[in-house]
């Protein structure tokens, strides 16, 4: 498991949540979690990484971009992705073997790496909150929550 350090609001049980759905579907080489996303302040903000999803919840595309595009209105969520991760011991392996990748370096987002590989990331999808640090001026914010926890 894989916790990014900008995550510190991450809630311990979804780190065991994923641990077990990767514990327990040995076809999936990688996990990882999202949350729906509404603030169209956030939607916009390039710090915040959003995801697509397929009909099995697998990853289909992550991007700082708001992604899906809506050409048309509709139902059609977005989701943040969550800075955290779980890999099964050989792809982890071959994963950091592998180059990065022309869509890694445009985003700025390693999991493009596995996508472009062809890897599935299956993606657990909570109504947790996760406060990233994703700017400095953040810093204040974090430090009140994570002291309102203690």
């Known amino acids: ?12 049980d979804l780190v065991d949540t994923l641990a077990r759905t990767l514990r327990e579907d040995a076809s999936l080489p990688m996990i990882t979690a999202g ?16 995801l697509v999803l397929n009909r099995h919840n697998n990853a289909l595309y992550f991007s700082r971009s708001p992604i899906p595009f809506r050409r048309t209105p509709g139902d059609l969520p977005t989701y943040r992705h969550l800075g955290l991760y779980g890999y099964r011991v050989d792809f ?3 994963f950091i073997s592998l180059p990065p990748s022309a869509l890694e370096e445009a985003e700025g987002l390693e999991q493009l ?5 062809g890897a599935t990331i299956r993606v657990h999808l909570t109504e947790h909150e996760a406060i990233g640090l994703d700017s400095p001026d953040q810093i204040p914010l974090i430090e009140s929550l994570l002291a309102a926890q203690q």
């Open 1 to 12: 498991m894989n916790i990014q350090g900008d995550e510190p609001l991450l809630e311990p």
């Open 35 to 50: 949350s729906p996303l509404d603030d169209p302040a956030l939607i916009a903000d390039p710090n915040i990484v959003k």
């Open 113 to 117: 790496r596995a996508l472009e590989d």
């Open 92 to 94: 982890l392996q071959h």
